[in-house]
Nanobody
C-alpha cells in the first residue's frame, strides 16, 4: 500500500519561503505523476502543480507561476514544492498526491502553510 507523507509546512511572513517535501513509501512511484494540491478554509481543494515521470511540469494556478517550483527525486521517492515570495493568500493545507493510471489515487494527510501579513 502506498503512503504519502508531507512535511515542511509552517508559519512564515509574507515574502518568505518554504520547501515542502512528500515522501512516498510502499513502492516506488518513479513512473507515476505526482503533484501538489491545496485547500484553504471554506474553499475547494485546488490543483497547484504536478510533475510527470519524465519531469514534465504543469502548474495549475497562474498565481504561483514564477514563485513555486515542483521537483522530484526518484531515487528518494520524493517530490518537493519550493515556495518563494509567499503571500497571505497562499495560506492553506497542502496535499501531496500521486496518480495511478492517470487518476489521482494516493493522497497524503496534508501539511499546513500559514503566511502572515
Amino acid at each position: 500500500q502506498v503512503h504519502l507523507v508531507e512535511s515542511g509546512g509552517g508559519l512564515v511572513q509574507a515574502g518568505g519561503s518554504l520547501r515542502l517535501s512528500c515522501v512516498a513509501s510502499g513502492r516506488t512511484l518513479s513512473s507515476n505523476t505526482m503533484g501538489w494540491f491545496r485547500q484553504a478554509p471554506g474553499k475547494e481543494r485546488e490543483f497547484v502543480a504536478r510533475i510527470g515521470r519524465s519531469g514534465d511540469l504543469l502548474y495549475g494556478l497562474s498565481s504561483v507561476q514564477g514563485r513555486f517550483t515542483i521537483s522530484r527525486n526518484n531515487a528518494k521517492n520524493t517530490i518537493y514544492l519550493q515556495m518563494n515570495s509567499l503571500r497571505p493568500e497562499d495560506t492553506a493545507t497542502y496535499y501531496c498526491a500521486a496518480t495511478e493510471r492517470s487518476v489521482w489515487t494516493y493522497w497524503g494527510q496534508g501539511t499546513q502553510v500559514t503566511v502572515s501579513s
